[in-house]
């Protein structure tokens, strides 16, 4: 069996990627990501039994979740990194078993192999193992809610905020995967998955907020200084927190990219001179933005993209990313920090920036920031002047048919206003779509980490309206979609209730016919369409 791989909305021909992936994974490191997934849920089997008779240590909930964060798409390519956790699941897994005394016939449970088999064991068990279309697809539909679950997760951790529930869910989760279950209880762990994701992304806006303050209004600048800099990319706080303390006093500014522009939004780093703003747009036109950068780039979390010659010696991975023979900074011992030191040393010898554009762009528009604009919010939604809210969070990507959201945003009514997460905003966000009484038109809630925000604000709002229902809000859904954190945020979205999303540029290759026609009858999914016929029909409710 060769590689398939159709977790991302890239999956060529709409099906799958067959050959290499899109994204440029190779087809050994695909099979290396399945068997991974495969140990993790042996890993989860033991772990189940020992969370029975309260033994279950939360690092090994920790640890299924970082496993699962290497596998999302774009995060780790480096096929030694895989080797070495698929290594570490299986000794964790063994381990496990001796201390509670466990025995199982289950080759899930069983399985060791030596590193040369890898590969191969990766393909006996890969997602086409499963040959019931509709089991696959509800399978698969989990185990990538769950990927994107684990980021934050992970995410949240790292600033020593954890919940032994998000664990118990991820194995309880891994294990319904290795069971004969009937279509509705699989349905309904699809449905949980998305009940735990509010939980997890409760806990990571906590975290966040707690750690740095709560996001402020925020104007960040988008030109460049004349000193050397370092270029941080990805979704990771704690090492931009980090890399901010070490640069501080040494002639090398710090500059944002992609997702972690709303690190630019929070107090904690707004004292830091050397913190000069943002450099470039989406991911994925990192390949000539890091080349011009000059500088050192940090890659904390997915979102990397195949390294090109013209940056391949001042890339650098932190985490769970990874990209072959890219320098890899370790993890932080406990209590310690990590080391930023060979990234700063390369900066001093680099040429500043070179500017590829000027100006500024507002955000930090997150729930509590939002929540202090309520007043303005409902006087301005009760006289009518604004007349509709479209989320229009998510994920960017290179398809040309993305243009879609950039239109929208500047064909949708004067009355309404964007609230928005994630790197979709690289569509419109600088765009000049004006204010309604003072609220700007596009409210950036900051990264796809940040989805709770639009999730917390629409139920406050639900709140002061005296609302029964939270589909009676004057909101709409338009959301992109590209990886699994995107997969996680929907099913969180339908664990409230909501209904109507619209989801493009194409609906995922991993929905069934009937899989998707549950969801389509359930929850009124539906594909995007034309610009204006979507937005008659948002303005209209519908």
Known sequence: MSMFCFQCQEAAKGTGCTVVGVCGKKEDTAQ????????????????????KQGKLDKSIGLFIAQGLFATITNANFDNDRFVELINESISKRDGLKTAIGFSSDADVV??????????????????????????RSLRELLVYGLKGMAAYTDHAAMLGFEKSEVYDFMVDAL???????????????????????????????????????????????????NKPGILISGHDLKDMEELLKQ?????????????????????????YDHFVGNYGNAWYDQGKE????????????????????????????????GWPGAAHIGDRAEGGSKDFSALIEQAKTCEPPTEIETGKIVGGFAHAQVMALADKVVAAVKSGDLKRFVVMAGCDGRHK??????????????????L??????????KLDLGDIGGIPRILDAGQCNDSYSLAYIALQLKEVFELDDINDLPISYDIAW????????????????????????????????????????NFNIKAIGDVQGDIEAMMAGN
């Open 32 to 51: 290396l990501q399945d068997l991974l997934v495969y140990t993790l849920k042996g890993l989860s089997v033991v772990a189940d039994e020992a969370k």
């Open 247 to 271: 640069t501080e006093g040494t002639g090398v500014d710090v500059y944002t990219h992609c997702e972690m522009l709303p690190a630019n939004y929070y107090p904690a780093f707004k004292k």
């Open 401 to 418: 048919t993305r243009s879609y959201y950039t239109e929208v945003a500047e064909e949708l009514p004067k009355d309404t206003v964007i």
């Open 420 to 429: 928005t997460a994630g790197c979709a905003k690289f569509r419109y966000n």
């Open 110 to 135: 069983n399985w060791n192999g030596a590193e040369a088999d890898f590969v191969a064991k990766g393909a006996e068990v890969g997602v086409l193992s499963q040959v019931n279309e509709d089991v």
């Open 175 to 225: 294990v319904s995967t290795t069971q004969d279950l009937s279509v509705d209880e699989m349905v309904g762990m699809v449905l949980k998955c998305g009940e735990t994701a509010v939980t997890a992304m409760a806990l990571l806006d906590e975290a966040n907020t707690t750690t740095y303050g709560n996001p402020e209004i925020t104007e960040v600048n988008i030109g460049v200084s």
């Open 290 to 321: 890091f080349a011009s950068f000059n500088g050192p780039i940090l890659m904390t979390t997915n979102c990397i993209t195949p390294v090109q010659d013209a940056y391949k010696e001042r890339i650098y991975t932190t985490g769970m990313a």
């Open 482 to 521: 590209y990886e699994q954190k995107a997969v996680i945020v929907l099913l969180a979205l339908l664990s409230l209730g909501v209904k109507g999303i619209r989801l493009g540029p194409t609906l995922p290759a991993f929905l069934s016919p009937n899989v998707a026609k549950v969801l389509v009858d």
